[in-house]
């Protein structure tokens, strides 16, 4: 595993297509990394980065309704 140097709490998010609702915690790391992120209820991409900052998404509420 690859050691981070630091995290910051983000903004809430949420899926567009499912209405699926996420925390989010941004990470920086000493190298570059280059992925994705798809909601784990419906499969929609949500964001995709090349940094050495990553979001990552915790699913809070499956969906609005």
Not at 35 to 63: K, R
């Amino acid at each position: 595993m690859v050691q981070t140097w630091g995290k910051r709490a983000g903004d809430d998010a949420t899926c567009q297509k499912c209405g699926a609702t996420y925390s989010v915690i941004h990470r920086r790391i000493p190298q570059k990394d280059k992925d994705q992120f798809n909601c784990v209820v419906c499969g929609h991409l949500m964001d995709s980065w090349n940094d050495t900052q990553y979001p990552e998404y915790t699913l809070i509420a499956p969906s609005a309704e």
